[in-house]
Nanobody, 120 residues
Framework: VQLQASGGGLVQPGGSLRLSCAAS????????MGWYRQAPGKQRELVAV???????NYADSVKGRFTGSRDNAKNTVYLQMNSLKPEDTAVYYC???????????????WGQGTLVTVSS
């Protein structure tokens, strides 16, 4: 099982980016999916979590600007980021709680990280 993230890059303040993260492999079921970020010199923080049942939860710093979504048929989670600010600059990591096909338990899996830089 692996997660592959994409969509990062350089964007000006006020701009938008969309991150994607697809899970692949021998998957029995995917539970929560979401995004964390880690800025230089800071701890990794939760950005958004999307529950399997459809609910979402966002960090206060991104509420109203970021929107998470997931396509369960494609095992993919997205993060639409609007009105980006320089303080959003970070490496963004996707994660998913996944039960592999050959296991009775679920485990957290992480994508490789994608860099988002907000700068003029």
């Amino acid at each position: 099982v692996q997660l592959q993230a994409s969509g990062g890059g350089l964007v000006q303040p006020g701009g938008s980016l969309r991150l994607s993260c697809a899970a692949s492999g021998t998957i029995f079921s995917i539970y929560d999916m979401g995004w964390y970020r880690q800025a230089p010199g800071k701890q990794r923080e939760l950005v958004a979590v999307l529950f399997r049942g459809g609910g979402t939860n966002y960090a206060d710093s991104v509420k109203g600007r970021f929107t998470g979504s997931r396509d369960n048929a494609k095992n993919t989670v997205y993060l639409q980021m609007n009105s980006l600010k320089p303080e959003d600059t970070a490496v963004y990591y996707c994660y998913a709680q996944i039960r592999p096909l050959d296991s009775s338990y679920s485990y957290p899996y992480w994508g490789q990280g994608t860099l988002v830089t907000v700068s003029s």
